[in-house]
């Protein structure tokens, strides 16, 4: 029986064929007008995608480079900082602070718990001091949104800038950087911008370029100042990883042919046929703030989460995420993100129907399949 | 006329039609046992490449990343180096202590002059409390090749480190990590290696991992530690540049036929055909100590360096590199570095003897590409 690999991860996500292929165009050197004109047209595409009107950056680096940039860019020795810190990747803000002697003010949720704008309006009055709130805009350990437009309405009436780790979200979930008053902005190419990972993104407002221009973090390989001064030549100032910035050029020739509100719409559309598919079988959600980019799905009692999850991998070649430390087999993820269609959320549950009856969980067989269908359907175009 | 395009420049590199298409392998998910068997045995492979018994870390950056890697992993705050600035790469090390407040004592060269291990014994003792040495294997900015092995000798005998870029010579000139007696090796994908720019590879001796131990420069993202915990579970901290280590598994099946020492001798013949054919028209060698990574040629007299450089990129098509800051258009570069072979460097001599009779150079036509292709033959096995 031939076997086919399903990749339904939270990134790296698929790839399209025309993107896999563009990895093949020849080798071009970097300080060339070809490459230039490629690299501004990239930079150009990731603009319209953050909306906005300030420079972006794009980084040879993962997205954990790019907060890591964020950090170091806009902050100074002894800056306080507030974390909201809602999974994993909200923790990794933290991390990456006191790894540079930043004061952290960590606001540690439950997984799956949202955090209001109101709450961080008392948190800002508590600590008139702080420089910079850090958030993520959809949280990958947990498939949470977290409201960042409320936090930018909150912010944009203090000094402190608003950081958003958008590397997930970007792309599956609304977040214009300017209209939001966003002061940081990132991403990473191997979430909706439909790349393999290698590259992130970063853009700061005017407002956090004020703390660039102050920041006395050390860094060289992020330091922001050097990026735009290259930026401003049409260039990197080093080496750029130029395979994947011709991928992502040519993956931006779908987006834009999607475009942006109904990239978003799908992923909407994805998301809810998921979690309706879910639910409709007894089972439960992590998140209480589901975000579109995947499911985060409660492994019911009686069954043994790690062994679900290696089923779904093993025997059904259908490779969704389990949960990640400390809540390791407590959970399961199922994205919907990316380069993904309807029939790769079919596919994703079908699998799921069949672990689930191979571990003996109780249901109506199709019933999960069958919910997602219908909403797939009705939303078809 | 059809024009085919010549990549001759020092990085990036050539890249074989195979790992082009090894591009195209379908995404994986990076946190699998199938993607740690592609990781380790590409680890595996660099790690024969660097000659070395210590674990190799695999980033996702350029080179540069892995240099800032090198400083940030090692030193403390108000530690000494020295620095052997050679030209735009070594200078690269000073910038970087810099940034991170180490004391930098630098010894600034003359372009293409060597640097001897007796003059690095004499600064040792001049500044006992030298912590590490920063170096360069082969200088890309003017392909000269400096003492790594002399400079080995001399830090045996002592407590400080020698740090080597080995981003350019790595698989071109000989620089066995043990045997020297090398602190800290790094490199990078996009030059023997050949493969796209996008990995830096680097790799920390045991005298180097104590200092690693005590360091307390602050990282995150190049923190070797992490990066050394993660690569016991045959796996890398931050989501890695899948698609380019799928590309460098590939290439290095390509280096391993042809063999390191093999590829290494390659180069040397590369290098003495060029040299030749260029002395052989009366130009000449800016270095003093040439490497086998590159010839950097003085432009002559009468000649405008910057025109001679676009005519061979934009009317020959053959892209060699320019000088770089602060000597632009003092001298021309032509690699003969990774996926390249005899027929390269012809193209590349043909190309420099039409742009010279272009600008009315005075020459005996013919005799550059001869000189060069002789030497070929007699080493064509």
Redesign the interface.
Known sequence: MIKK?Y?L?P?????PEGV??A????????R?PDFSRIFMDTVTGIKNIFQTKNDVFIL??????AM?AA?VNTLSPEDSAIVINGGKFGSRWA??CR???VSVREIVLEWGEPYTKEQLSEEMKKNPDIKAVFSTLAETSTGTAYDIRGYGEILTRSDAILVVDGISGIGATPCPMDKWNLDVLLS?S?KSFMV???LAYISFSQKAWSLVEQST???????AKETKNSLNKETS????????IIQQQEALKIINHIGLDNLITHHRILGEATRAGIQSIGLELLSKRPANILTAVKIPSGIDGKTLVKTM?EKYKA?I?GAQDPHKGEFFRIAHLGYMDGFDILTALSALEMALEDMGYSFQKGVCVCTAKEILKENWE
Do not use: N, R
């Not at 990134?11 to 790839?15: E, R, V, Y």
């Not at 093949?24 to 970097?30: A, L, S, W």
């Not at 040879?60 to 480079?65: E, F, L, R, Y």
């Not at 100032?237 to 994947?244: D, E």
């Open positions: 690999h990749l991860s990134g790296p996500t698929p790839i896999l292929a990895a093949t165009h020849p080798m071009i050197h970097h060339t040879a680096s993962s997205g954990s480079g890591e950090v991390k990456i790894a540079y002697g990473a191997q393999p990972p290698g973090l050390p860094k060289f390989y992020f330091d100032p080093w080496t750029p990883a130029i395979s994947l991998q490779y995420a």
